[in-house]
């Protein structure tokens, strides 16, 4: 079905609902990598035009990825809720945004129409609004997880701790995370990304992380960012409090990533069984990223944005503990500079966070991106005004093993300390037992013997 | 003599266990802020990395000393007209500018084995490596013949086009690597056996990290001659070729 629109006598017309998504996305290299962009300014306003006027129920008869060739569509269709979209069904796109930034919507009303709504329906929302837009629906939506500490809750902002060491030297990964620990980090997870993702190193790491947190009776979880199979071969063998996996918007994205949705559902019934949760059970953490299906060649002439949406239709199937996009990690030929970086974190907060998703952000970026700290100081401050749920905490923001900056532990008490945001609640119980806080979150002086330092 | 506690920072007593890692780790503090001297030594490492990015490939020194060896060398370029769009359109990176494949064509001469100098995302790591690898190098391939190219932003499969249109049997590609903050300038080294266009990751050999406190010289050139000797007497390259890099450097 095609799409057009007159405006001051031109004619724009659009083949489909995904050269429409394509031509409405706020402009980003990625798409004009792909041939999908729009071809002028003019078009891009028109193309958003087309989209408010286009009924929500449209997207549950048209799909931009065949349902026959893609198991993500399958999904996405098989299990939208009928029941809570007919309080939305007469709804165009437009509308949808109006009534989202109503003061009538608020946090139950958003968790209600969560799975009604399909994320192509929410990255087209998503290309109709300001980045102010974003951030007031965002801000509206509360997404509680637990497994040993509760994140997620309003007024609260976690941090992931990201120990990397450039040949994985667990002596090196150690001093990293007391690093981390003793600046107040480490509430949504501590997570090493590997560098050999072999059984035995990914085992080694964990137990090591394991030791450091029951010794010290630490209320967060641990994980090693490897292969879901590696993980599946650790079942039994190692202390797997998560399970994480990269997921992308299609099947052939997945597939690039050597895994599939039978794939993910082993690995979290796997997990559940070991039932190391203390608070509850959400035990899966995945990463997305926009691109990540272009890169791959594996993107259907659908753009980087949606694509990425359709990510999180994946992830909201295995009830995550956390989820969060590598925003600017991808490079500049899919963002280039801090204001696409920018727009790009934003949106995938607010259409994870609106998918119901317990959404963080790696607010991040390469050196050959035109992007600087000052870009991930204001992509920071916007994701806590926005009430994202983690961010990364990494030793100085230099993240010597990926060779990427993202935000420091320092980052992290700046951003609690001037939005007012706490760490997860047991977590920061613990961080005053422990005298790193005191009870206004400011950091207290370190004694060389404070046991964390001594016992090592 | 400056009094200690006139200044407002606070150290943190865990600088001992800087020795396990190369982490910026206690870094210490002035409220929640990271000291100045540390947030100044992250901008000068960055604004190096940014620097390496924009730097160019030296190709008249490359030019001049290379035939001072003897060995032909041609001089050529991609798709990508500027570093803007170079760092857009990774495709146009991968493509020979017309003008260049015309060039390589009109050559008759074949041969065993291809260098070709590329810029990639930082060039000095490639004016700086590129000739002291190969003295070390070019020794221990008796028997081989050599043609050099020098190509400017070039990504990695600029090789197979290089390749390709010089029919040669085998490409080993130099090429400036993304900038890390702890390492600017950083080459790597890549392999393709009998390289066409359109191949894939999984055909390449790759050897990163050739830098001042990585790959050394020597080590870099055992591990590309062993490729090579591989690649001709297995005919192929990429994942089908086990290196065992623990062996190699040890040897």
Redesign the interface.
């Known amino acids: 079905m095609s799409y057009s629109d007159t405006i001051q006598q031109h004619v724009y017309s659009f083949p489909d609902l995904k050269s429409v998504l394509a031509k409405a996305s706020p402009f980003r ?1 990625g798409d ?2 792909a041939g999908l962009a729009a071809e002028s300014n003019m078009e891009r306003v028109a193309a958003q035009f087309v989209l408010s006027e286009i009924a929500l129920k449209d997207f549950l008869n048209v799909t931009i990825i065949p349902y026959e060739k893609d198991e993500v569509t399958r999904l996405i269709m098989d299990t939208h809720d009928a029941v809570a979209f007919q309080e939305i069904s007469e709804f165009t796109v437009g509308d949808l945004r109006n009534w989202l930034l109503s003061h009538e919507v608020d946090s139950q009303k958003l968790a209600q129409i969560a799975k009604a709504l399909t994320p192509e329906m929410v990255a087209a929302v998503s290309k109709l609004m300001r980045n102010q837009d974003l951030i007031s629906v965002a801000q509206k939506c509360e997404v509680v997880t637990q497994f040993r500490n509760t994140i997620g809750k309003k007024g609260h902002l976690s941090v992931r701790l990201q ?4 040949t994985d ?1 667990l ?6 995370i ?2 981390g620990l ?1 600046y107040g980090s480490g509430d949504a997870v501590i997570g090493i990304n590997p560098v050999t993702d072999s059984v035995d190193i990914v085992g080694d790491q964990l137990k090591m992380m394991d030791e450091i947190r029951q010794r010290f009776d630490i209320p967060t979880q641990i994980c090693v960012l490897c292969h879901l199979t590696t993980s599946l071969e650790l079942l039994n063998k190692a202390p797997i409090d998560l399970v994480f996996q990269s997921i992308g918007g299609t099947e052939k994205t997945n597939a690039s990533f050597g895994i599939n949705l039978s794939m993910l559902q082993e690995a979290y019934d796997g997990a559940l069984q070991l039932n190391r949760g203390t608070l509850g059970n959400n035990l899966m953490y995945f990463e997305t990223g926009q691109g990540s299906s272009l890169s791959a060649n594996a993107h259907w002439g659908v753009d980087q944005q949606t694509c990425e949406a359709r990510a999180y239709a994946v992830a909201r199937q295995f009830n995550p503990l956390l989820v969060n996009s590598v925003v600017g990690f991808i ?3 899919y963002l ?1 500079d801090g204001k696409q970086i920018t727009r790009a974190g934003l949106e995938d907060h607010f259409c994870g966070k609106l998918m119901g998703l317990p959404m963080g952000m790696d607010v991040c970026y ?3 991106a035109e992007a ?2 000052d870009d991930m100081d204001n992509l920071l401050t916007l994701l806590g005004v926005a009430g994202c749920n983690f961010i990364m905490g ?5 993240d ?1 093993m990926l ?3 993202s935000t ?1 532990f ?1 980052d992290a ?2 951003v609690r ?1 001037v939005l007012n945001k706490k760490s997860a609640p047991e977590f920061e119980k613990w961080l005053l037992n422990m005298g790193i806080l005191d009870d206004v979150g400011n ?1 207290l ?4 013997s ?1 046991r964390l ?1 001594k016992n090592l | 003599m400056k009094k200690e506690h006139s200044k407002p920072t606070i150290r943190d007593p865990w600088e001992n266990l800087k020795e396990f890692t190369n982490a910026r780790i206690a870094l210490g503090s002035t409220g929640n802020a990271i000291p100045l001297n540390e947030v100044l030594q992250f901008k000068f490492a960055h604004a190096h990395s940014k620097d390496a990015i924009t730097t160019e490939l030296d190709v008249p020194m490359l030019k001049t000393e290379i035939e001072s060896w003897g060995f032909p060398i041609w001089e050529v370029k991609s798709q990508a007209s500027d570093r803007s769009e170079y760092l857009k359109r990774p495709d146009l990176g991968r493509k020979l500018d017309p003008e260049s494949e015309v060039l390589l064509k009109k050559n008759t001469e074949t041969f065993d084995i291809i260098f070709v100098l590329a810029d990639g995302l930082s060039a000095g790591a490639v004016n700086q490596n590129a000739l002291p690898l190969l003295q070390l190098l070019l020794p221990q391939l008796q028997g081989y013949s050599f043609g050099f190219v020098t190509a400017t932003m070039a990504r990695v499969a600029l090789g197979d086009a290089i390749g390709s249109a010089l029919n040669t049997k085998f490409v080993a590609l130099f090429i400036g690597e993304r900038p890390g903050l702890s390492s600017p300038e950083s080459m790597g080294i890549y392999t393709t056996y009998a390289p066409k266009m359109g191949l894939t990751d999984e055909r390449r050999n790759c050897i990163s990290n050739i830098h001042e406190n990585g790959l050394d010289h020597q080590q870099a050139a055992s591990l590309v001659g062993y490729l090579v000797r591989q690649s001709f007497a297995k005919q192929i390259s990429g994942v089908d070729i086990k290196i065992n890099l623990k062996e190699l450097l040890e040897d």
């Open positions: 290299t004009a990598l120990p990397n060491h450039p030297d002596h090196g990964i150690a001093a990293s007391v690093d003793l490079g500049p030929e280039y390469t050196n050959h600087d700290q990494v030793p100085g923001s230099d010597v060779n990427y900056q420091s320092h008490l700046y300390k950091r002086p370190i004694e060389p404070h330092l």
